[in-house]
T-cell receptor
Framework: NAGVTQTPKFRVLKTGQSMTLLCAQD?????MYWYRQDPGMGLRLIHY???????AKGEVPDGYNVSRLKKQNFLLGLESAAPSQTSVYFC??????????FGEGSRLTVL | AQSVTQLGSHVSVSEGALVLLRCNYS??????LFWYVQYPNQGLQLLLK??????LVKGINGFEAEFKKSETSFHLTKPSAHMSDAAEYFC????????????FGTGTRLKVLA
């Protein structure tokens, strides 16, 4: 059972470069989320989606863009990476039971 | 606005001792409350959740939590710690608003001493 799959798992970027993180879920969940995890700060919501074709901003959306063209995929883009975006990124999905299902994370380093 | 406070960023217990991880929340509407566990280099997994009904909730791996509305608390306990319980634990709150926007606490890292 794949659940929530994130690619890539590791990436190193130089300041100003762009990249896209891909999240795929096979549970037919309506809701999908992107979080970032930083030491001592817990998880902070970047963007989320309540269905195909819809996205919304979370707590820390600046510097990120997202798209949900297909129900099973949720993409997180960084147009011009900054060192402050060095973090571990988690994708999650949920249905109406309220439980979040997480991917294993993507570790991004921006030099 | 909702918020979650986890008291103690690091907790150490001896193997076999009681585990108590504290979580207090604020919410203007009846909350849904969750505890998640994160093992090294992994994503978060659900331990247990409270939505409605019984205030004492049992989860996986022998953990349980009690929702106390008067104290706005949802503390996590386990009677006897095992070495495999060493991990980071996150408390989260959400509103049943349809979007399930979750607010996470900053986490408590549990260390189990032999």
């Amino acid at each position: 059972n794949a659940g929530v799959t994130q690619t890539p798992k590791f990436r190193v970027l130089k300041t100003g470069q762009s990249m896209t993180l891909l999240c795929a879920q096979d549970m037919n969940h309506e809701y999908m989320y992107w979080y970032r995890q930083d030491p001592g700060m817990g998880l902070r919501l970047i963007h989320y989606s309540v269905g195909e074709g819809t996205t919304a901003k979370g707590e820390v959306p600046d510097g990120y863009n997202v798209s949900r063209l297909k129900k099973q995929n949720f993409l997180l883009g960084l147009e011009s990476a900054a060192p402050s975006q060095t973090s571990v990124y988690f994708c999650a999905s949920s249905k109406n039971t309220g439980e979040l299902f997480f991917g294993e994370g993507s570790r991004l380093t921006v030099l | 606005a909702q918020s979650v406070t986890q008291l103690g960023s690091h907790v150490s217990v001896s193997e076999g001792a009681l585990v108590l991880l504290r979580c207090n929340y604020s919410s203007s509407v009846p909350p849904y409350l969750f505890w998640y566990v994160q093992y090294p280099n992994q994503g978060l997994q659900l331990l247990l959740k409270y939505t409605t009904g019984a205030t004492l909730v049992k989860g996986i791996n022998g953990f349980e939590a009690e929702f106390k509305k008067s104290e706005t608390s949802f503390h996590l306990t386990k009677p006897s710690a095992h070495m495999s319980d060493a991990a980071e634990y996150f408390c989260a709150v959400s509103e049943a608003s349809g979007t399930y926007k979750y607010i996470f606490g900053t986490g408590t890292r549990l260390k189990v001493l032999a």
